[in-house]
């Protein structure tokens, strides 16, 4: 082999290379966006407050994904729950921040005074920066709810009024999202 049919050889093989299909070029303008529930990238030193108190952020990603996927029909459910005047039969939301006040008490008793703070601070990164809105706002209010009535459903064994406690604030995501989180875990 002479040295111009080597010089070829290495030419030819830079040119294909070359005409080959670079992967940059072929997905150049293309965006594949995967989705990352807020409650996966949340402040470690939050996660590890709520470890402390007793509980892992996965015991609320049912919640939690609920809240990611809410589209605005359900948060409208929620608007009008909340923002009737003098409230409903069913529901008020003045009591249900009374229930909120109690359940924190006796949360404070068997010593989880933190728990309700790390999950409304765990909830406000659900609509970051300049995304929030009145309809956003009653979306964590009652998320927040609901949260709290699944750490009281937990000690209902040592204060059986906390169950009753629950199932008042966890109506309102009940009412818009259908089926509560407690009995989904149990049907599955």
């Not at 359940?103 to 728990?115: E, K, N, Q």
Request: aromatic share 12%.
């Amino acid at each position: 082999m002479n040295l111009s049919h080597a010089t070829d050889n290495v030419f030819m093989r830079e040119r294909d290379e070359l005409d080959a299909p670079d992967e940059a070029i072929e997905t150049w303008g293309e965006t594949v966006v995967t989705h990352a529930p807020f409650y996966r990238t949340l402040y470690y030193p939050d996660v590890l407050d709520l470890r402390r108190c007793g509980y892992e952020v996965a015991a609320f990603s049912e919640l939690f994904d609920r809240l990611d996927l809410a589209v605005v029909s359900q948060a409208r459910i929620v608007h009008e729950l909340l923002h009737q005047p003098g409230g409903n039969a069913i529901w008020n939301p003045h009591r249900a921040r009374q229930i909120e006040f109690s359940t924190r008490a006796a949360l404070h008793r068997f010593g989880l005074s933190d728990a309700p703070t790390m999950l409304r601070r765990m909830l406000g990164r659900a609509f970051p920066g300049d995304s929030v809105s009145h309809l956003a706002v009653d979306l964590l209010n009652v998320f927040f709810w609901a949260a709290l009535a699944q750490i009281a459903r937990d000690y209902a064994w040592r204060m059986p009024q906390l169950a009753m406690y629950a199932d008042y604030l966890e109506y309102p995501v009940v009412a818009a999202f259908g089926m509560p989180a407690s009995t989904a875990k149990n049907a599955a």
